[in-house]
C-alpha cells in the first residue's frame, strides 16, 4: 500500500489502518518543494511495529546540503526584514494546520517510530503549542536604552543570527523538528533540518506545512541522511548556529565541528537521572511517577529517571506496585487506542537493550519482571521490535545498566537510607539532564532539588515538558536551553549602539 502526503485525513487513515504501509514521495524538502536526494544511496526505512520497509531514503550530499542552505539563505533575507508581528501571523497558521492534521501527522509518526498513538497525539499537540508559544514571544524581541553623560546614550538591538542547523533524533522526530524550528523562525531565522535516518518521515510534513502557512520558500527546509550529512551541515559556511538532539558522543563530534568556524551550538544529550522516593511520599504517585520515568515512548527518552532510588522502608512495597503495574502495561500495535507500549525504533536497537538486561543479570541483578522480546498474536505484527518492560531489582551503583543509558523500557531500582547518602548517589554521574523527588515535605523537596546537579528537575512528578519552561542539561548533557523564554538568547545575537551626541573627545 502506498502512502502520499495528503490533506485527506480519511484518505490517510483507511489506508494507515490496513495492513502494509509504503511511502514513496521524496522526503527531501528546500525552497518550498520535495526533493530528491541521492538516488544511488537509497537506505530502507523499517515501521518498528512489523519490521516491513516502510521507505527508502535518498540521502544528501555536498551539493543537495549546499542547494538546501542556499535556499534557507534567500528565505532568510526576506523573513529577516518581517515585523514579529508579520512572523507571528504565519506561525499561527502553521500551528492551526498542525491542529487540523494532528491525527494524520500522529498516525504518521506511529508508523514511523512505534510508539502509542496516545504519545504520538500528545507529541504533536507540544509541537503546535511551541509553535503557538514561539509566535507569542516574535513581537516581544526588544533591546535596551542606557543613557549615557552628555546627552549620548546607547542602545542594544537583539538581532538573528541567519542560517540554523538542526539535527533531531528519532525518539520525538515530529516534536523536535518543531521545538527547534519554533524558536528559530521567531527570531528571525531560516533553518536547514535533518531528521534522524531511522525516522525521516514526519519532518517533512512540517515543512510543507510552513510553507503552505505562508512562509517564504526556503525558510524551513529538510535534508535527510546520516553522519556525512550532519558533518556537512555544520561545516557549511553559511550555517550560523547547530542545534543537536542526541548521544552525548555525537554532541561531542558536533561541537568540535562548529567550533572551526566558532560557531554557536546548543546540544539536548543523553541522560541516567535519579529519582528520588522518600519514605514519607505518597506512594501511588510515586509508583506512576516511576512509570511515566521509565516507560514513555517504550523508555526510549533523554530524560528518563532509570535511576529510581528508594528509601529502604517503603522498598518492598513499592516493587510489589511497580512490578504489578508493570506487568499490566498493555504491549502491541501502536495504532491501537489500547496499547500503552509499541515497538522498539528498530531491531539492532532491541538487541542493544535486550543485552543490557542480559549483563544485569551476570552483575547480580534481579528481573522482576519483564526485560524479554515479545511477539505479539498478531501475525501482521510478528516481525515487530518488541519487549516486555523490564524492573530491575538488587541494583547496585557500580552495575552497567545503573551506569550507563539503556534508552530502553528498563527500570533500575536501588534503596537508599539517608538523605545526605541518596544525594550523593544520585549526583555519582558524568550527566545531569534531568532529576526527581517525590515526597511531602516541601522543605525537604526544594532542599533537595537545590543539591541535585540536573538542569530540569521535577518535584512530585516525572517527565512534564510545558513549553513555556526551559528544558537542558548539566554537565554532559548538554549546552543550552530547549523551550522557555530563554531560549530566544540562543537563538539570536545582541549588537550594541553607541550614539554620541556631542563632540568626539580625542587623545590625539
Given at each position: ?23 514513496t514521495e521524496p522526503l527531501n524538502f528546500w525552497a518550498g518543494k520535495r ?115 552628555g546627552g549620548s546614550f546607547a542602545y542594544t538591538r537583539r538581532e538573528p ?199 544485569a543479570k551476570r552483575e547480580g541483578a534481579t528481573v522482576l519482571c519483564g ?138
Amino acid at each position: 500500500m502506498t502512502v502520499r502526503s495528503s490533506n485527506s485525513v480519511p484518505e490517510i487513515f483507511s489506508l494507515l489502518s490496513s495492513g502494509s504501509v509504503r511511502i514513496t514521495e521524496p522526503l527531501n524538502f528546500w525552497a518550498g518543494k520535495r526533493r530528491e536526494g541521492q538516488k544511488d544511496n537509497k537506505e530502507p526505512v523499517y515501521e518498528p511495529s512489523t519490521g516491513l520497509v516502510l521507505c527508502h531514503l535518498e540521502p544528501c550530499g555536498a551539493a543537495e546540503v549546499d542547494q538546501a542552505v542556499r535556499a534557507a539563505k534567500s528565505a532568510f533575507g526576506h523573513w529577516s526584514r518581517m515585523s514579529g508581528m508579520e512572523r507571528a501571523r504565519i506561525m499561527i497558521e502553521a500551528a492551526h494546520m498542525i491542529e487540523s492534521r494532528r491525527e494524520e501527522i500522529a498516525r504518521l509518526e506511529v508508523v514511523n517510530n512505534g510508539k502509542s498513538i496516545t504519545e504520538a497525539r500528545l507529541d504533536v499537540d507540544s509541537a503546535r503549542l511551541c509553535i503557538e508559544y514561539y509566535a507569542g514571544l516574535s513581537s516581544t524581541m526588544a533591546g535596551q536604552h542606557v543613557q549615557l553623560p552628555g546627552g549620548s546614550f546607547a542602545y542594544t538591538r537583539r538581532e538573528p543570527l541567519g542560517v540554523c542547523a538542526g539535527i533531531g533524533a528519532w525518539n520525538y522526530p515530529f516534536q523536535i523538528a518543531a521545538w527547534k524550528s519554533a524558536p528559530a523562525l521567531a527570531c528571525g531565522n531560516s533553518m536547514v533540518f535533518k531528521p534522524s535516518p531511522v525516522t525521516p518521515v514526519t519532518a517533512v510534513m512540517l515543512a510543507e506545512i510552513f510553507t503552505q502557512a505562508g512562509a517564504p520558500d526556503g525558510l524551513l527546509n529538510v535534508v535527510q541522511g546520516g553522519q556525512e550529512t550532519g558533518r556537512l551541515l555544520c561545516h557549511h559556511p553559511d550555517v550560523a548556529k547547530v542545534s543537536f538532539t542526541g548521544s552525548v558522543p555525537t554532541g561531542q563530534k558536533i561541537m568540535e565541528m562548529a567550533s572551526k568556524g566558532v560557531k554557536p551550538v546548543t546540544l539536548e544529550l543523553g541522560g541516567k537521572s535519579p529519582l528520588l522516593i522518600f519514605q514519607d511520599s505518597d506512594l501511588e504517585n510515586a509508583v506512576k511517577g516511576a512509570l511515566m520515568a521509565n516507560f514513555l515512548s517504550q523508555g526510549q527518552v533523554c530524560s528518563n529517571g532509570t535511576r529510581v532510588f528508594v528509601h529502604k522502608d517503603i522498598l518492598p512495597e513499592f516493587l510489589r506496585e511497580v512490578v504489578a503495574r508493570t506487568k499490566a502495561i498493555e504491549i502491541g500495535d501502536p495504532l491501537l487506542e489500547s496499547t500503552r507500549m509499541g515497538a522498539l525504533v528498530s531491531r539492532p536497537h532491541l538487541s542493544k537493550v535486550l543485552a543490557f538486561v542480559e549483563q544485569a543479570k551476570r552483575e547480580g541483578a534481579t528481573v522482576l519482571c519483564g526485560g524479554e522480546p515479545y511477539v505479539p498474536s498478531d501475525p501482521k505484527l510478528r516481525g515487530g521490535y518488541y519487549m516486555t518492560p523490564c524492573v530491575l531489582g538488587d541494583c547496585r551503583d557500580e552495575m552497567t545498566c545503573v551506569k550507563e543509558e539503556i534508552f530502553g523500557p528498563v527500570m533500575s531500582v536501588l534503596s537508599f537510607e539517608t538523605e545526605e547518602e541518596v544525594l550523593r548517589r544520585a549526583n555519582d554521574t558524568t550527566m545531569g539532564l534531568a532529576a526527581g523527588v517525590f515526597t511531602r515535605d516541601v522543605r525537604r523537596a526544594h532542599r533537595v532539588v537545590e543539591q541535585l546537579k540536573a538542569g530540569s528537575c521535577f518535584i512530585n512528578n516525572y517527565n512534564v515538558t510545558p513549553v513555556e519552561v526551559p528544558f537542558g542539561g548539566f554537565k554532559m548533557s548538554g549546552i543550552g536551553r530547549e523551550n522557555g523564554q530563554v531560549t530566544i538568547e540562543y537563538y539570536s545575537q545582541l549588537k550594541t549602539v553607541f550614539v554620541e551626541m556631542g563632540d568626539v573627545d580625542s587623545l590625539f
